[in-house]
């Protein structure tokens, strides 16, 4: 599926997004959009609508597996999620969510896991949570020709350390923290960082203090790009979204609606009709 963008009056195919068009869209003052998807018509539906960069988040364990927290995702659960957007994206830069565990061991296990998202899932990045403490996975995978995504203020999978899942930053200590892992991890070698609900002031803050660019989730309009969860931004699912979340649709009404319409037509006989059979 292509995507074409009005340049001069005459429809122009947009470049395939690759890893320097992070860089490229900052320096030129253009948001970079992001979304997460977990299956191949999400793959799809992301790629059409033209976002820069598609990630396969571990949120999948919430949004997609019934879990209540990303701790329980494994990566043989990424590897086989990230697989089935990779067939369905083409357009867009495709990045892999390194799960709970699998790149804090050591930077060996780091770029092992690393390696199995590019390998076995076709993904052309990996993300990582963490500040300082994964400076030396990071430089580990990215010397392996495998570029790096970072992940600061709240990070779902330290959800015991944070005491759930709160707003990061408020205080004036806590923002330096956020601004020196913002650092610490620019350094080790990341293209660009997510920063998640993060205080308006600690956002600019950060983004004031790293040259990549800074993907915000509930962290104000200063960052260079946003970043939403598919199923919080079309309502896959019926819980209600965090405060961040823009909802444009509710995908779980059409289709519980449209499977109530099912209900009524087998059981009435409306459904199936003559040009329904062979
Ligand atoms: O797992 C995920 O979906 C994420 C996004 C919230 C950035 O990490």
């Known amino acids: 599926m292509e995507n074409f963008k009005v340049q001069n009056g005459k429809a122009v195919r947009e470049a395939k997004r690759r890893v320097h068009h992070f860089a490229m869209l900052k320096q030129r003052g253009q948001k970079i959009v992001m979304v997460t998807a977990y299956d191949y018509p999400t793959g ?18 919430m949004v997609a597996l019934g879990f209540d927290q990303t701790i329980p995702v494994t990566m043989d659960m990424m590897i086989h999620h990230t697989a089935a957007v990779r067939r369905a994206v083409k357009r867009a830069f495709l990045i892999g969510d390194l799960p709970f565990l699998s790149y804090k061991v050591s930077p060996e296990q780091a770029l092992t896991n690393a390696g199995r998202f590019v390998q076995e899932a076709g993904a052309e990045a990996v993300k990582l949570e963490g500040g300082g403490e994964v400076a030396p996975m990071i430089t580990k995978i990215v010397t392996a020709g495998i570029p790096v995504m970072g992940h600061i203020g709240l990070m779902p999978q330290s959800l015991h350390k944070h005491g759930g899942y709160r707003v990061q ?27 998640e609900a993060v205080d308006p002031e600690a956002a600019a803050e950060i983004c004031a203090a790293v040259s990549i660019p800074v993907i915000g989730i509930g962290a104000s309009r200063i960052c260079d790009g946003q970043v939403l969860v598919l199923s919080d931004l079309v309502g896959a699912i019926p819980a209600p979204p965090p405060k961040f979340v823009k909802r444009y649709t509710s995908v779980y009404d059409t289709m519980e609606g449209a499977i109530r319409e099912f209900c009524g037509d087998v059981r009435s006989g409306k459904f199936p009709q003559e040009q329904h059979e062979y």
């Not at 799809?44 to 364990?61: I, P």
């Not at 004036?172 to 080790?188: F, G, P, R, S």
């Open 169 to 195: 930053g408020r205080q004036n200590e806590t923002a330096q923290m956020l601004v020196e892992d913002a650092k610490a991890i620019e350094h080790a070698g990341v293209f660009a960082l997510v920063a």
């Open 44 to 61: 799809l539906a992301a790629d059409a609508a033209g976002v820069d960069a598609v990630l396969v988040g571990d949120s999948l364990g």
